[in-house]
């Protein structure tokens, strides 16, 4: 089956030359129009002072379901997600683009189940991350540095690939050419420092505010291009005939090159282990980020996470719509073409807009993608700040740090995590963002074990639990480092290997993972045996069930009051205020 496109489709699609001037206006006008929002945001539920962790970077636990529902969406829906997902589809098919689908789709069950707990008994102990969590169940400062660690490098790269997205805007609205790297990228710079004043003034605030423009604005360019582009293209039997004849011809010319195919219209048999082990992992990962748990924690109940586990799916039907667009793009001659020359295809679906939409509309799509950055690249900075903050600054270099130098140095750090992600993609390949970020799903999930199964149970060993971090660290890094590129010769060139006695391939985070948590259960049996100590509890079994009405919380919050003291434990019982 061929698609149905015309020849004037197909002219369009082919010039990706100059700059398309409404498109820019329309882009800068959205562009502003947020950044405002973003400056005023702090007068938005304004707070007293916003000299503490809790005001600055979790906007006072005061965000109901709404606010909460716009924050984690526009967190976790990145705008690189709305350029890489369609992207994969479009350049090798299902396996690699439409397993995030059903990944958004199982994460929800999975964070209603533990989520709560974590909002409860962090709101009870005053904990701003989950490496705060787990030094408060298990006194363990080696245990919560590997949690900090861990979520502050593993969002590094993340944030580097929001600024990519912006980029593919910038690329496709015909900004970014010459060799002058500060006349190319200065769009970059602009967005980048108005980005850095906005959330170093406002905190979590600021992507809250603009997470509704977002939001909106992504949900609008969605419907529309899914309603207007298959009539445009000849259908979707079209599209899906387009999308199967490219997959069988780049799997041919793989074979024929000597290499194995990768692309897939549907996965077939051999495809299964990493499809669902691509979704699962994912699933179980994405909640361990700092700046998932970040955005649950500055709701105002714990019943706000629990409604937003069961609406979010609402991101996950349009999330699925966007993936189809990948395919559109292939019947509609779509030809991602950077001003380098180069085929990208990471530019498809700004190209597709720009093909075959108004230029105002494509204005707007493009707002969407760069707005989209801006959301989530200032959540990750704050959470990434965060953990510094207080998992690093206070617990390592200055433990009598008061809330205010807290947070201070959480907005000095939330600067240099963006400028280095600013530095990141100005000056490397930006394939090794995405390899970098593939390493980083790898890491993180092997937090997991140590945040989620100890919202349960203390029968976990703090060293078992190290032990099996640490080796699942290592084991992920070594099989990822010795997955290749076959077309680049680069190592780091996937996520997936062959699982050990399977030989299927699947995600090297689960098979890193069920490593970590087999070493964990044998090492906790063994030493919970020997009756070696499991550190202080600082937590009750109240704390994982505690709300934001209760009258213990309430008395706990206001002896934390103040800004300028150190934390305590005024009226010394145990376990019900941060004892640090």
Not at 64 to 78: P, Q, R, S, V
Not at 173 to 201: E, H, Q, R, V, W
Not at 311 to 333: N, T
């Amino acid at each position: 089956m061929t698609p149905h496109v015309t020849v004037s489709q197909v002219s369009a699609a082919a010039d990706t030359g100059g700059i398309n001037g409404v498109a820019l206006a329309v882009l800068i006008a959205l562009f502003g129009l947020v950044t405002i929002a973003g400056f005023m945001a702090s007068r938005f539920m304004r707070a007293d002072s916003m000299e503490s962790l809790d005001e600055w970077g979790l906007g006072g636990r005061k965000f109901g379901t709404w606010i909460t529902w716009f924050l984690l969406g526009g967190d976790l829906y990145t705008a690189y997600t709305f350029v890489a997902v369609p992207a994969a589809m479009f350049a090798t098919g299902a396996v690699a683009g439409f397993f995030a689908v059903p990944y958004t789709i199982i994460l929800y069950p999975i964070i209603f189940i533990f989520m709560a707990r974590l909002w409860s008994v962090s709101h009870r102990h005053g904990y701003v991350t989950t490496a705060d969590f787990v030094r408060g169940r298990y006194d363990d400062r080696g245990l919560s540095l590997a949690v900090a660690i861990t979520g502050f490098v593993a969002t590094m790269p993340y944030i580097a690939l929001q600024l990519v997205g912006i980029q593919a805007v910038l690329e496709v609205a015909g900004l970014g050419g010459g060799d002058n790297i500060i006349a190319k990228d200065a769009p970059l710079f602009i967005a980048f420092a108005l980005l850095a004043a906005y959330t170093y003034s406002s905190g979590l605030r600021a992507p809250a505010v603009i997470a509704f423009v977002k939001d909106i604005l992504i949900y609008l360019v969605i419907i529309v291009a899914v309603i207007y582009l298959p009539g445009q293209v000849g259908g979707w039997e079209a599209i899906f005939g387009a999308a199967e004849d490219k997959m069988d011809a780049n799997n041919a010319a793989a074979i024929e090159a000597g290499l194995p195919p990768t692309s897939s219209f549907v996965p077939g048999s051999g495809a299964f282990w990493a499809y669902a082990t691509l979704a699962l992992g994912s699933a179980m990962a994405l909640f361990m980020y700092p700046h998932s748990v970040t955005a649950s924690l500055s709701s105002n109940a714990r019943n706000t996470v629990r409604r937003n586990a069961a609406i979010l799916p609402a991101y996950s039907f349009v999330l699925g719509l966007l993936a189809l667009l990948g395919w559109v793009a292939i019947a509609a001659g779509t030809q991602p073409i950077g001003l380098d020359g180069e085929a990208n295809a990471q530019l498809v679906i700004p190209q597709l807009f720009e093909d075959m939409f108004p230029s105002w509309f494509a204005g707007v799509a493009f707002a969407a993608i760069a707005i989209g950055a801006l959301v989530p690249a200032a959540i990750m900075s704050i959470a990434a700040a965060n953990t510094f903050s207080r998992n690093i600054y206070k617990e390592w270099l200055k433990k009598d740090a008061t809330p205010a130098q807290e947070a201070k140095v959480s907005k000095l750090m939330s600067l240099l995590v963006k400028a280095f992600a600013l530095v990141f993609v100005l000056t490397l390949d930006k394939q090794n963002a995405i390899n970098f970020q593939l390493l980083g799903g790898i890491w993180i999930l092997q937090t997991f074990p140590a945040v989620v199964f100890s919202l349960f149970t203390r029968w976990f060993h703090r060293y078992g639990l190290l032990v099996g971090w640490a080796v699942g660290m290592l084991y992920g890094t070594i099989e990822a480092y010795q997955v290749v590129n076959p077309v680049t010769g680069k190592h780091f060139g996937g996520s997936l290997a062959l699982i050990p006695g399977m030989e299927r391939m699947g995600y090297i985070a689960v098979t890193a993972f069920a490593i970590n948590v087999v070493l964990a259960i044998a090492i906790s049996a063994l030493l919970n045996a020997m009756k070696v100590s499991n550190g202080a509890d600082e937590t009750i079994a109240f704390d994982y069930f505690a709300d934001a009405d209760d009258p213990r919380v309430q008395k706990d919050l206001a002896e934390h009051g103040s800004h300028e003291s150190a934390y305590g434990d005024p009226d010394d019982i145990p376990g019900n205020a941060p004892a640090r």
